[in-house]
């Protein structure tokens, strides 16, 4: 079985900052690769970021401002994300396609958590 929980989402200005965690558990390798894709009302879900043991990838849209990483020991991976804009609002997702490199496409990855809800607002 394969389990993936987010946590860290909530309000917060525009400008602030957010921790956004992911804890994996079951038949997940730690040198799988993570991603993080988000969702907002009315879109596609689109990939913000992976993490894997090749690197990390970001989306255009967030590149400077998100930063991801991984602790194995904890079997974590973290999205940091710096200076919210209003468009960063969106459920945020991790997803696993158990492989070992990263796959930003959401119909590629195949087992999901529950997702975190990030509202940008003043």
């Known amino acids: 079985q394969v389990q993936l929980v987010e946590s860290g989402g909530g309000l917060v200005q525009p400008g602030g900052s957010l921790r956004l965690s992911c804890v994996w558990s079951?038949?997940?390798?730690?040198?799988?690769?993570i991603a993080w894709f988000r969702q907002a009302p009315g879109k596609e879900r689109e990939g913000v970021s992976c993490?894997?043991?090749?690197?990390?990838l970001y989306a255009d849209s967030v590149k400077g401002r998100f930063t991801i990483s991984r602790d194995t020991t904890k079997k974590t991976v973290y999205l940091q994300i710096n200076s919210l804009k209003p468009e960063d609002a969106a459920v945020y997702y991790c997803a696993t396609d158990r492989t070992f490199s990263c796959n930003m496409d959401a119909e590629q990855n195949h087992y999901w958590g529950q997702g975190t809800q990030v509202t940008v607002s003043s």
């Open positions: 993490v894997s043991n090749h690197g990390a």
């Open positions: 079951g038949t997940i390798l730690d040198s799988y690769a």
